[in-house]
């Protein structure tokens, strides 16, 4: 397979054409492309409305992408924060700086129209490529990589409709495995903490293979055994305290986490509240990290291929770019690591 820049298409919108759809200037797109802290932010909004929806970039920075490569892939997601995008893109640039590609990162903060924003000024500046998270994004997106021939690849994930490029692994499969792990030692009553799931496909497989798991056996997982948390172990920690609060006879005997800093703060909120680990409550994450393999007890989680997602990512990209054969989809594979953080209930 092979990706060419796409000429430039009959009737592409101008700077007049997004001054006309706004009601303001040209002089005023301008000022609001490069200069936006000068233009107040209702005018600030409708310009850049109108960007979206003309799909509109500057044509002197349009007209040097389509001629020419800069040897700079981005990488867009959603925060550094997560300690396991960090080792995906350190993957994606190892194997890049060995081609003789550069790195450009950013993050867009779970806000899908961020990410439009951002990769559109990356489009500006040259960058030849893109690596995404996930499945979930903005339609414009497509659109505007299509419009200036920009190869892209999903990661994280596998999309199961073939519309996009893509290299992850099976996250509801994974989470199922691990409730079915669960279930066999003989725990009915498992509840769920989670990232939020609008925008984020990877929870919301992961909820969806815990569900999936209970539905085998005929069970179901209620709306007061699911906790919501941002990534992080306080958020978390509080989230775990909600489901702790529940009446003992509704309250989970077993958490599945959707990743390992879930996980961890789920433990500590076990700690804090005097509940034996694994013998009152077992917890599952998902990730096999470092923080839940030095627990006490250590974590059950599952091994995720970040780093070999990175790899595979740079190595289809550059394939694309320099017009060799590519596998567009790869679904890589995962494993369970059993450790002390599940047992029979007590």
Not at 102 to 129: C, F, K, M, N, P
Not at 231 to 241: E, F, K, T, V
């Amino acid at each position: 397979m092979e990706d060419k820049p796409q000429a430039a298409k009959v009737g592409r919108a101008n700077a007049s054409d997004v001054a006309r759809l706004a009601g303001v200037s040209s002089a005023t797109v301008s000022r609001t492309l490069n200069q936006p802290e000068q233009v107040d932010p209702e005018t600030r909004a409708r310009v850049q409305q109108a960007v979206t929806k003309l799909r509109y970039l500057p044509h002197g920075a349009a007209r040097s992408l389509r001629s020419h490569r800069t040897r700079m892939i981005g990488a867009v997601v959603p925060s550094f924060d997560y300690a396991l995008y960090a080792r995906t893109t350190s993957a994606l640039q190892r194997r890049l700086d060995a081609s003789g590609y550069s790195l450009v990162l950013a993050e867009h903060h779970y806000d899908l129209a961020a990410e439009l924003r951002i990769t559109g000024q990356l489009v500006q500046h040259g960058v030849d490529a893109f690596m995404f998270v996930g499945l979930d994004h903005e339609p414009a997106l497509f659109s505007m990589l299509e419009d200036y021939g920009r190869p892209y690849v999903l990661t994280w994930g596998v999309d199961s409709g073939r519309q996009h490029p893509s290299i992850g692994f099976d996250n509801r499969r994974a989470t199922c495995e691990l409730t079915r792990h669960l279930l066999a030692l003989g725990h009915r009553r498992i509840g769920l903490l989670s990232a939020a799931v609008e925008g984020n496909d990877r929870a919301r497989e992961r909820g969806a293979g815990v569900r999936d798991a209970l539905a085998e056996v005929g069970l179901e997982l209620p709306a007061e055994r699911v906790a919501y948390s941002t990534i992080a172990l306080d958020s978390a920690r509080l989230a775990m305290a909600r489901l702790l609060a529940l009446p003992p006879e509704r309250r989970p005997s077993a958490v599945v986490a959707t990743n390992d800093v879930f996980a961890v703060g789920a433990m500590m909120a076990c700690r804090e509240a005097g509940i034996d680990l694994p013998r009152q409550m077992s917890i599952t994450g998902v990730d096999n990290t470092d923080l839940g393999a030095t627990q006490t007890p250590g974590l059950t989680s599952v091994r995720t291929p970040v780093v070999e997602i990175g790899t595979a990512a740079a190595e289809q990209l550059i394939a694309r770019l320099e017009g060799r054969e590519h596998m567009p989809q790869q679904c890589l594979p995962f494993k369970m690591v059993m450790r002390g953080s599940t047992a029979a209930p007590g």
